[in-house]
């Protein structure tokens, strides 16, 4: 088949390293089958699977499972994160040197499922128990605790970044930089969101690579008033400053890579008043449109976005054949018209919750066509073939 890519840009399989796709455990808003399409539709050939599922992924047996499972479900390549959990700490250094695993997670404060290390000790242990970059969740749960009074009285949505304010993220920051310097393992700190995070992690760098999300960059607080419910997430849209600051961190070099957390919850679920409203936002399939849009508004350079969306992700997380760490790559594609003006709209999304916080957004950049292993998958929002998407592999 010839491909006539007259007019179009083709850039590197773009991937999404933070994903929560709910399999097992939650079908009616999420599965791995959806959750690729959505991810093909989007423009993305490799996404990489959080582990806070029900129940999480913290065993052999539970990774033995997933691995088997997405064959002939999956619609793109996958990897898996394996959950830290004071229960699993022996076994953390033999899980994160498996083939399809891009490392471990740790959540400092807890969040969906029920994955928490939040004491120092046992984060310690988890931090001496292997040899590879960890990624860690930067909420402090001590902090979050410390604000329960207020928490429960029913804030507005607008308070949301008030309440859990810069210090509840930076608080787990410097305690895992700490750590990090003690023991000499690297992490990569997910969704920094606070000007104040990024401005102390530049003197990091030595033990520390640094994500950013697309809703950081892309939505400030007053999505609260616009979208309630669906505007939370954690950790939480901040105001203005610290998405600017997330930009600054973007141009100097700071941030390693960008993703989603694409984390469906249902409609029922986003409609619960504040404070039940589960909190994650949707975002796998509308990853690349918004970061497409970004570089057409001029806040980032084409190559830029494909340094966040690919070879970041890729040296990070050692990820085999789709970066530039093998001699060979595998013809992973992601071809983009950068004229193509278009509305997000929530009947496109695949996700079987049904919503994007993005609805009615209009992009101009779009992904049109998602080649994964020399197949197109996607083509003009038609999905093609079988669902042919595998594990896919990191450096030991
Ligand atoms: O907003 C979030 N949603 N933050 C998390 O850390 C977890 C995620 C989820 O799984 O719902
Ligand atoms: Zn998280
Ligand atoms: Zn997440």
Not at 211 to 222: F, K
Not at 283 to 309: C, I, K
Request: aromatic share 6%.
């Amino acid at each position: 088949e010839t491909i006539d890519c007259t007019g179009l840009h083709v850039l590197p399989g773009l991937i999404d390293s933070h994903v929560h796709l709910r399999e097992p455990g939650d079908a009616a808003v999420e599965t791995i089958a959806t959750g690729t399409r959505a991810a093909v539709l989007g423009g993305l050939t490799t996404v990489f699977d959080m582990p806070n599922t029900n129940p999480s992924i913290t065993t052999r047996e539970k990774l033995d499972w997933k691995r088997d499972f997405v064959a002939g479900r999956a619609w793109c390549d996958i990897g898996f994160y394996v959950g830290a959990a004071k229960s699993n700490i022996a076994e953390l250094a033999a899980l994160e040197a498996e083939p399809n695993v891009c490392g471990v997670k740790v959540f400092a404060g807890s969040s969906t499922g029920d994955l928490l290390v939040e004491d120092d000790a046992s984060l310690e242990a988890v931090m001496r128990s292997g040899r590879r970059r960890i990624s860690y969740h930067s909420e402090d749960e001590y902090r979050l605790q410390a604000r329960k009074p207020a928490y429960t009285t029913g804030m507005p949505h607008r308070m949301h970044a008030e309440w859990r304010d810069v210090e509840c993220a930076f608080l787990g920051t410097r305690r895992l930089m700490a750590l990090a310097r003690k023991t000499g393992r690297p992490a990569h700190i997910l969704h920094v969101s606070t000007a104040e995070e990024l401005n102390y992690l530049k003197d990091f760098r030595d033990v520390c690579t640094v994500e950013v999300l697309l809703n950081h960059l892309t939505q400030t607080d007053e999505a609260y008033d616009r979208l309630g419910g669906y505007a939370v997430m954690n950790p939480p849209i901040r105001d203005a400053r610290h998405m600017e600051a997330a930009w600054a961190a973007v141009a100097d070099g700071t941030v390693d890579s960008v993703g989603s957390d694409h984390a469906p919850h249902s409609r029922a679920a986003k409609e619960r008043p504040w404070p039940e409203c589960g909190a994650g936002l949707t975002g796998v399939q509308t990853l690349a449109p918004l970061m497409l849009d970004h570089v057409n508004a001029g806040r980032l350079s084409l190559p830029r976005m494909v340094d966040l969306l690919n070879a970041g992700p890729a040296r990070v997380f050692g990820l085999v054949g789709k970066g530039r760490l093998a001699a060979g790559y595998d013809a992973d594609f992601t071809v983009v018209d950068m004229k193509k003006t278009r509305t997000i709209e929530e009947s496109w999304i695949a996700s079987p919750c049904g919503w994007t916080p993005f609805a009615g957004q209009s992009c101009t950049g779009w992904p049109v066509m998602t080649i994964i292993r020399g197949q197109a998958v996607m083509r003009e929002d038609a999905v093609l073939g079988e669902p042919a998407g595998i594990p896919a592999r990191f450096a030991p």
